[in-house]
Nanobody
Framework: QVHLVESGGGSVQAGGSLTLSCVSS????????MGWFRQAPGRAREGVAR????????FYVNSVKGRFTIVRDNAKQTLYLQMNSLKPEDTAIYYC???????????????WGQGTQVTVSS
């Protein structure tokens, strides 16, 4: 069983930065694909960024390309989302996700954290 705990959310002004963290407990972290999702009020959950098991292959949704960076530290079993140049439209609950199928590159994930709130004011 994989247990994910996010932290690092908060309130920031537009143009500011935040770094989210997601610590995973459970075995074989290095075999898990990892991703970040977000859900804004009244909107469906959307994939933001994902990374392969080694951390070398990443994918971003167009709206965050060039501003967000997903990084994983397998030794610490921790996933990060570095967010720069934040915009009010980035306001959402951000979720960490993991999936044991490391051989595909999709937005399908099995395990989810509880989420952390990010609020960007103009």
């Amino acid at each position: 069983q994989v247990h994910l705990v996010e932290s690092g959310g908060g309130s920031v002004q537009a143009g500011g930065s935040l770094t989210l963290s997601c610590v995973s407990s459970g075995p074989n972290y290095e075999t898990l694909r990892m991703g970040w999702f977000r859900q804004a009020p009244g909107r469906a959950r959307e994939g933001v960024a994902r990374v392969d098991t080694s951390g070398t292959s990443t994918f971003y949704v167009n709206s965050v390309k060039g501003r967000f960076t997903i990084v994983r530290d397998n030794a610490k079993q921790t996933l990060y989302l570095q967010m720069n140049s934040l915009k009010p439209e980035d306001t959402a609950i951000y979720y960490c996700a993991a999936d044991p199928n490391g051989r595909v590159a999709t937005w399908h994930f099995t395990y989810w954290g509880q989420g952390t709130q990010v609020t960007v004011s103009s």
